[in-house]
Structure formats: structure tokens, C-alpha cells
């Protein structure tokens, strides 16, 4: 089974806090994912990364950097936080040059900023 | 560009009843399409997926056609469990792009 998994599942920071979020697959898959989750606007996609080192800005980036040091690895960072990055952040993972590319996810991180 | 359009929810139904979700898609080529769902408390996870026009996914006696000639794939299941009771995404993979575009998700509530 495939798993991804994320580093905490809840989640209280203050405002102005650097915040670090891990996402870790155990598939070897080279496609990485992070997605914010709000009531009434679905999935947005925040980044993704195809490979190691290599970085896609998605649909929300601003106020958001990523990391992606080791295939398995893909780290989300909130440089300064604010509350409006109140939110469910999801990880998501995939194969590459697949015509079904289905992703796989984590159990999602519940983000509170005061 | 791609896009997924879903019917609103909540939806509220009692156990046994059947089901029907809404799903249209606009794409360019031809994508795959996705449910997935979402139990409370967890990520999603993948429900069932089609790749080609007239393909029928189903699982856990969820199915959906891909319906290109409407640019459709609806949701249906005969009859809903309380189990059932979780949000619905569809989604779109087109081509060679690596994203996958989500609809905005439908909450089912099955009542016993």
C-alpha cells in the first residue's frame, strides 16, 4: 500500500511564526503535492515538484515556499504566518508520466494562526 | 483551461436510497477522469477513475461513466450506507500535464 504520511496532524501557531510542514511517500513516486483545503473552494493547489530540487508554483502560492531535498521528502514553509493560512494542508504524491496519474494522499494537517 | 464543476451539497439521504452526483468537466485532449472521497478526519483517497470515452469505473458499488459527448461523469450508487456519509470530489488529468484539477467537492450525509 502506498503511503503517505504528514508530520502532524493538528497544528497551533502564532502570527508572524515560521511554520514547517513534512510530507514523507514511501512509494518512490516522483511527483510531490501540497494542497490547501477550505469549505466551499474544494483543493487549491499551493505547489508541486516533479523531481528533486525541482519546483512548480500552483494556483496560491504567495505566502508559501517548498523544499525538496530527497525524492521522498517534500517540505511546505510558511515564511511568516498569517491567519488567513488558517487551513487543511494536504500532501499528495504521483508517478510521473503516467496516462492515469492518480495522486495519493496524507491524512492532511489542521492549521490554526492566532 | 481545465475545469470541474460539481453539484452543490450537501446532499441528505436515507439509508438505502440511490444515489446521483453531478459531475461536468471542461478539458482540452482528453482526460482521465477521478472520484475520490473523503472520509471525516482523513485525506482523500482515490474511489474510482476512468480514461476513455464510454469507460465505466466503479468500486464499493460506486460507478460513473465517462460521458464524453456531454463531458460528464456522474456519481451513482444503488444504495447509500450510512458508512457512505463523507465529501465526494470529482477530478480531471489531462494528457501529459502533471496536475490534476479538482471540483470543489459535494458533502453526502446518508441518515439510517
Known amino acids: 500500500d502506498v503511503k503517505v504520511t504528514q508530520s502532524s496532524r493538528y497544528l497551533v501557531k502564532r502570527t508572524g511564526e515560521k511554520v514547517f510542514l513534512e510530507c514523507v511517500q514511501d512509494m518512490d513516486h516522483e511527483n510531490m503535492f501540497w494542497y490547501r483545503q477550505d469549505p466551499g473552494l474544494g483543493l487549491r493547489l499551493i505547489y508541486f515538484s516533479y523531481d528533486v530540487k525541482m519546483k512548480e508554483k500552483g494556483d496560491i502560492p504567495e505566502g508559501y515556499s517548498v523544499s525538496r531535498e530527497k525524492k521522498e521528502r517534500f517540505s511546505l514553509i510558511l515564511e511568516s504566518a498569517s491567519t488567513n493560512q488558517t487551513s487543511m494542508y494536504l500532501c499528495a504524491s504521483s508517478f510521473r508520466d503516467r496516462a492515469m496519474g492518480e495522486q495519493y494522499f496524507g491524512p492532511g494537517t489542521r492549521l490554526t494562526v492566532t | 483551461g481545465n475545469s470541474v464543476t460539481q453539484m452543490e451539497g450537501p446532499v441528505t439521504l436515507s439509508e438505502e436510497a440511490f444515489l446521483t452526483i453531478n459531475c461536468t468537466y471542461t478539458?482540452?485532449?482528453?482526460?482521465?477522469l477521478f472520484w475520490y472521497v473523503q472520509y471525516p478526519g482523513e485525506g482523500l483517497q482515490l474511489l474510482l477513475k476512468?480514461?476513455?470515452?464510454?469507460d465505466k469505473g466503479s468500486n464499493k458499488g460506486f460507478e460513473a461513466t465517462y460521458r464524453k459527448e456531454t463531458t460528464s461523469f456522474h456519481l451513482e450508487k444503488g444504495s447509500v450506507q450510512v458508512s457512505d456519509s463523507a465529501v465526494y470530489f470529482c477530478?480531471?488529468?489531462?494528457?501529459?500535464?502533471?496536475?490534476?484539477?479538482f471540483g470543489t467537492g459535494t458533502k453526502l450525509q446518508v441518515i439510517p
Open positions: 477530478a480531471l488529468k489531462s494528457g501529459g500535464y502533471q496536475k490534476v484539477t
Open positions: 476512468a480514461t476513455k470515452a464510454d
Open positions: 478539458a482540452t485532449g482528453y482526460p482521465s
